[in-house]
Structures are given as C-alpha cells and as structure tokens.
C-alpha cells in the first residue's frame, strides 16, 4: 500500500504521522505557522497524503519539534518504500520562487547523506528559526535513508529560498518515487 503510520513521543515533543505515497488529505498542525505552511507544500507538491499533529516545547524554540517532525517523516518514508523495489530512484527539481531559484537532486539509495547550501539573508521566518531548514533536511535524509543535495543557486529573501527548497523536495520526491517497474533499481540488485 506505500503507507506508514507513526506515533513518537519523547520529553519533548510528541508526533503522530500518517502518510500515503499515494496521495490522499494533507493536514498538519505543529504549532509553527510557517512550518505548516512548508510540509503542506512538501506534500502537495509530492503528491503525498500526510495527516501530522505535532505538539512540542514551542516555549524553549522551535528546534525539537522541526528535527523531530524530520526524524518521524523520514522513518515514514522508510517505511512507506519498503524494500524500494521498482521505483525511479533517482530525481532532480531545480524551483524558482520570485527572486530565489533552488535546486534539489536526490536518490533513494538506502545511504544517508545531506549536502545543504542555501544561506539564509533573514533569520526569522514568522516564528520559524530559518536554519531550522537544514535541521530538518538532515533528520529527513538520515531517517528515510536518502542521498540529498539542496542548493539555493540564489536568493534574497529567506522565505522565497525556504519555500523553493521545500518545494523543489517534493517534485523531486514525487518522481523519485514512482514505480516504473518490478525490480530494484541499482546494479547491485538491493537498496
């Protein structure tokens, strides 16, 4: 079915996930109004269904709740792959956003790597601590088991830059994981 569902509770935040590589609703609330803004956007862009409640220690920063709701999102995606077996693998997306033009390439390799380069002109977004976006791009990658590369090739306005990665993602996401045929797509015969 390429669906996960994932409930994770720490001193800090709690999480309850569910996602569909499929598509279906998409409702999120963790309490950062921008943040909701760009997973919406992640998941309508890579057409996923992705119901999320997120509840954190919004009183301390956002830290926990963007790297936790990264953690959870990617161990979802590890799920929802399985064993990866006829899916694309590989994508690219490159987005402009006004004045900001960011790119993403990606491979779901089964080998966790993030190399992220899109410095941030602004430091708040609304609520949202703007190098919260590498926090969350890493925990993504390293829990769903992701080679990710996201550059912004320029920009001047962190919201554009933020809002281009995020959508460039999920493009990017969206081919990557299309099923084109039956068999693993790697030389090896295993992801």
Do not use: W
């Amino acid at each position: 079915m390429r669906t996960s569902n994932i409930s994770r509770a720490t001193k800090e935040t709690s999480i309850s996930l569910k996602l569909s590589l499929e598509g279906g609703p998409v409702n999120i609330s963790t309490g950062i109004g921008f943040f909701d803004h760009m997973l919406t956007a992640l998941a309508f862009y890579g057409g996923l269904g992705l119901e999320l409640t997120a509840k954190g220690d919004l009183e301390v920063d956002g830290h926990h709740t963007v790297e936790d709701v990264g953690i959870v999102l990617g161990q979802a995606l590890r799920e929802a792959l399985g064993d990866r077996r006829g899916i694309r693998r590989y994508a690219s997306a490159c987005i402009p956003m006004d004045e900001a033009l960011c790119f993403t390439a990606l491979d779901f390799s089964n080998r966790a790597f993030l190399v992220f380069e899109a410095d941030m002109p602004q430091a708040q977004i609304g609520t949202y601590d703007s190098c919260l976006t590498e926090e969350f791009m890493r925990a993504l990658a390293m829990n769903s088991g992701l080679t990710l590369h996201m550059k912004a090739l320029y920009g001047k306005n962190a919201h554009h830059i933020t809002e281009a990665l995020f959508k460039s993602l999920g493009v990017a996401l969206k081919d990557a994981v299309r099923v084109e045929g039956t068999e693993v797509t790697s030389t090896k015969g295993v992801l």
